[in-house]
């Protein structure tokens, strides 16, 4: 298949764009500069130099593709409707790119117990319910005559296959430990996310794209740990002290979005589905990437 990537230079987007052309794809993606067009290239990505805002680029490319993959902003609906306008009627693939923080709790730091699978009703916090619609969109244009599926991914670990090698939210404890020799969680630290290896996320891309069936939606986990015990392995790969910070404080350093419905709250995911598909993920452990950080 020709796979347009959206996202491309990105974390989750590079890495499946590589996993796709060892599978003997072929992917095209966009990049905003030449400089990184070039780099996209020297990985075997055909790239052109385009915004999210070109609309007439990004059409273009969609309809020269035989599948697309959104693996750039999971809460971008205007892109995503310039692209299924694109195929409508073309029964091509459209994988979206959706987050566990849909089912997250906003709870700062204390542990709540549900485990939700795909089959189970979500009750978003309010700063989540546009992208619980946009899911819902993606998942419906399947009666538009689009092969349409969601992976919503959890916490995603370990090094990146592509240009960008960082994850989002254990990069920024990690520096913040490093940087003021005091790894922390936020409140007690109980609070419990899903966690996934960005390899076997890759994997997932590229069965959903090879055997999933149209209109439907993925979690992708591969185990889970609370917040206290994964910095207390950052603390102990760099021989830091442990201790925690509140919520404001974590406001403050990264924002609402990763302080408090990220790295606060709780986001435990069943990927029922996944499993069911063949999916079989075997990376390592966070525990393990962890002790191997440099």
Not at 50 to 64: H, I
Not at 96 to 117: C, E, F, M, P
Not at 156 to 182: F, H, W
């Amino acid at each position: 298949m020709k796979v347009f990537v959206l996202g491309a230079t990105g974390y989750i987007g590079g890495s499946v764009a590589v996993r796709l052309m060892a599978a003997g794809h072929q992917v095209v993606g966009t990049a905003r500069t030449q400089d990184k067009a070039r780099e996209l290239e020297a990985r075997g990505i055909q790239a052109t130099v385009a915004s999210f805002d070109d609309v007439d680029v990004l059409t273009r490319l969609a309809k020269e593709a035989d599948a697309v993959i959104n693996a750039a902003s999971a809460d971008d609906r205007k892109t995503v409707e310039v692209l299924l306008a694109a195929l409508k009627g073309s029964n091509k693939h459209f994988i979206h790119t959706s987050g566990s923080s849909i089912v997250a709790t906003d709870t700062g730091g204390t542990l709540t117990t549900q485990v939700h699978d795909e089959d189970m009703p979500i009750d978003p916090v309010p700063e989540k319910v546009a992208r619980i619609a946009l899911d819902t969109l993606v998942l419906e244009a399947k009666k538009d005559g689009i092969h349409t599926n969601v992976i919503c991914p959890c916490l995603i670990y370990g090094k990146g296959l592509g240009l960008n090698p960082d994850s989002v939210q254990l990069p920024p404890l990690i520096k913040y430990a490093r940087e003021t020799g005091t790894a922390r969680y936020i409140g007690k630290g109980e609070n419990v996310w899903s966690n996934v290896h960005i390899e076997d996320l890759a994997d997932l891309y590229l069965m959903v794209l090879e055997r999933a069936p149209a209109g439907t939606f993925y979690f992708a986990e591969n185990g889970e740990a609370n917040f206290r015990d994964v910095v207390t392995a950052i603390g102990k790969r760099y021989s830091l002290p442990v201790g925690s910070m509140t919520v404001p404080e974590a406001e403050k350093l990264w924002g609402v979005e990763l302080g408090r419905l990220a790295l606060a709250s709780n986001s435990r995911i069943h990927a029922k589905r996944a499993r069911a598909l063949g999916w079989k993920p075997h990376r390592p452990s966070v525990f393990d990437v962890i002790a191997q950080m440099k």
